[in-house]
T-cell receptor
């Protein structure tokens, strides 16, 4: 049982480059979300989706795009990478989006922007 | 500004000692979750508390949700090296957004 799978695990980009972080889950969860984790700041919500075709902004959405064409996949796109986007990115999913639902996290993508 | 404040930020104790981690907010949450994260991995859920005043026990870990549903604590009895990790609290509401604290790094020395 794979759970939540994130690819790649590591990535180095140059300022201005674009890339897509992939996230897939095999639990048929309706709710998926993206967080970034920075030292001393915990996890901050970037974007989330309550189902296929529905996305919304979280706390820190600027510079990121998402789409949800299928229940399984929720890619995160960096449009023009900036050094401030250097971080560890986590994708999570849950059965529904309510606050008492357990979130299942992937193992993260470690992204460095030079 | 962090919606949920965790204290302390770092905690280093000897095996066998007890420890308590606090999670405080000025906001009311419908639920409060605690996660543990190990290096190179994503957070893993330990417990969810939903009722003000609720106490849940998970082996040597005791979780409490404040009566006003604004704060929570995690108490570990007789800590072991396997308890080492980053402990995160997260507040849930009805708007599909989970708010995380900055975390408490716990190190248990053998």
């Amino acid at each position: 049982n794979a759970g939540v799978t994130q690819t790649p695990k590591f990535q180095v980009l140059k300022t201005g480059q674009s890339m897509t972080l992939q996230c897939a889950q095999d639990m048929n969860h309706e709710y998926m979300s993206w967080y970034r984790q920075d030292p001393g700041m915990g996890l901050r919500l970037i974007h989330y989706s309550v189902g296929a075709g529905i996305t919304d902004q979280g706390e820190v959405p600027n510079g990121y795009n998402v789409s949800r064409s299928t229940t399984e996949d929720f890619p995160l796109r960096l449009l023009s990478a900036a050094p401030s986007q250097t971080s560890v990115y986590f994708c999570a999913s849950s059965k529904q989006g309510l606050g008492n639902q357990p979130q299942h996290f992937g193992d993260g993508t470690r992204l460095s922007i030079l | 500004t962090q919606l949920l404040e965790q204290s302390p930020q770092f905690l280093s104790i000897q095996e066998g000692e007890n420890l308590t981690v606090y999670c405080n907010s000025s906001s009311v949450f419908s639920s409060l979750q605690w996660y543990r994260q190990e290096p190179g991995e994503g957070p893993v859920l330990l417990v969810t508390v939903v009722t003000g005043g609720e106490v849940k026990k998970l082996k040597r870990l005791t979780f409490q949700f404040g009566d006003a549903r604004k704060d929570s604590s995690l108490h570990i009895t007789a800590a072991q090296p396997g308890d080492t990790g980053l402990y995160l609290c997260a507040g849930g509401s009805n708007d599909y957004k989970l708010s995380f604290g900055a975390g408490t790094t716990v190190t248990v020395r053998a």
